[in-house]
């Protein structure tokens, strides 16, 4: 899941959901691993059905869209040097400032539930996420899979 290892860390300049949005996507197209159809999905599904997540001290956010625009799976992951907003999953009017972004390109629906699983458990996981959000620029993606692997993410 993390074999082509997009970990974009501590980005700047991005000030909105659908720039953070815009930029991961970009970088799965340019690795092949999803479609040119893969950004307009993941932006217009991130419309209808918001992936913010409130943790205690953290807001995340885990966009996904469908199967057909995906060449490969692979998980993403961004961290932002300012966070951005986006609606709390379940709701068109709750905000969340997120700070982290895992975005997700399933080949299958049923594999969808265990990832977001192995997600979870780092979500909950404070150190884990105080050592993701506080990786600067010189961080190296070694030092983010050995962070994942932690809950069985590779």
Do not use: C, W
């Not at 070694?142 to 590779?154: G, P, T």
């Amino acid at each position: 899941m993390l074999d082509k290892e997009i970990f974009e860390i501590n980005i700047k300049n991005i000030s909105s959901k659908e720039e953070a949005l815009t930029y991961l996507s970009d970088k799965l197209i340019e690795k092949g691993i999803v479609k040119e159809s893969y950004k307009e999905a993941i932006l217009n599904r991130e419309k209808v059905f918001p992936t913010g997540l409130q943790f205690e001290k953290y807001g995340i956010a885990i966009p996904h869209t469908d199967v057909e625009h995906v060449n490969k799976e692979q998980i993403a992951v961004m961290t932002l040097e300012n966070p951005v907003s986006f609606y709390q999953m379940g709701t068109n009017d709750v905000e969340v400032s997120v700070k982290v972004i895992f975005m997700l390109a399933l080949k299958e629906a049923h594999s969808q539930l265990t990832i977001l699983q192995q997600l979870i458990e780092i979500l909950q996981d404070k150190e884990i996420m105080e050592k993701l959000m506080n990786m600067d620029e010189y961080t190296t993606s070694k030092e983010v899979k050995e962070l994942l692997a932690i809950k069985n993410i590779k």
